[in-house]
């Protein structure tokens, strides 16, 4: 069974320049969720898609967005990029069910902004 | 908002050792919380989950606990190995269906 699949897994921006990053989550897995994780900040949560729907977000800038396809992959997109955007973002994904709800993380995506 | 912390930040322990690592979070209306670990410049493994209405939860040598009316989770680790050397984070969902992370306990086990 395969994992959770981020790509790409490292890139490097300029300041102002916009990213996207994607997840595609374990089949079957209908929620996805995403998460910056910084030395100073540690892994703050981002937001949580489930069936293609903004469930949670959390205190992000507006700059901050993302969306998931009727097949629960999901693309998160950072605008106007800052140097304090540069970051491990990672991906989660979840079976929503009874006695369920583990988190399974993908690999993350490393972004560097110059 | 909840805030959730791991003390120590920082742990060395000597192979063979049985140790516990902690965490605390500040509202008990949590829907549950979780146990990872996390290897340099990697994602987080999933260690245990515990649902809000569970007390325990093991997985070989891995037991966790959770105290949801004192805002407190243990994990403990039996006759740890220099396998176990990582970052652990425990990480709560509350009721809202946000989630929150601890900064984490970074663990060494000396051979």
């Known amino acids: 069974k395969a994992g959770v699949t981020q790509t790409p897994r490292y890139l490097i921006k300029t300041r102002g320049q916009q990213v996207t990053l994607s997840c595609s989550p374990i089949?079957?897995?209908?929620?996805v969720s995403w998460y910056q994780q910084t030395p100073g900040q540690g892994l703050q949560f981002l937001f949580e898609?489930?069936?293609?729907?903004?469930?949670n977000k959390g205190n992000f800038p507006g700059r901050f967005s993302g969306r998931q396809f009727s097949n629960s992959r999901s693309e998160m997109n950072v605008s106007t990029l800052e140097l304090g955007d540069s970051a491990l973002y990672l991906c989660?994904?979840?079976?929503?069910?009874?006695?369920?709800?583990?988190?399974?993380f993908g690999a993350g995506s490393r972004l560097t902004v110059l | 908002k909840q805030e959730v912390t791991q003390i120590p930040a920082a742990l060395s322990v000597p192979e063979g050792e049985n140790l516990v690592l902690n965490c605390s979070f500040t509202?008990?209306?949590?829907?549950?919380l979780q146990w990872f670990r996390q290897d340099p410049g990697k994602g987080l493994t999933s260690l245990l989950l515990?649902?809000?209405?569970?007390r325990e939860q093991t997985s070989g040598r891995l037991n966790a606990s959770l105290d949801k009316s004192s805002g407190r989770s243990t994990l403990y680790i039996a006759a740890s190995q220099p396998g176990d050397s990582a970052t652990y984070l425990c990480?709560?969902?509350?009721?809202?269906?946000?989630?929150?992370f601890g900064t984490g306990t970074s663990l060494t086990v000396i051979p």
């Open positions: 989660a994904s979840s079976w929503e069910g009874a006695g369920a709800n583990v988190l399974t």
């Open positions: 089949s079957g897995h209908r929620s």
């Open positions: 898609y489930f069936s293609e729907t903004q469930r």
């Open positions: 509202d008990s209306a949590i829907y549950n």
């Open positions: 515990i649902q809000s209405s569970q």
């Open positions: 990480a709560v969902r509350d009721t809202g269906n946000q989630f929150y």
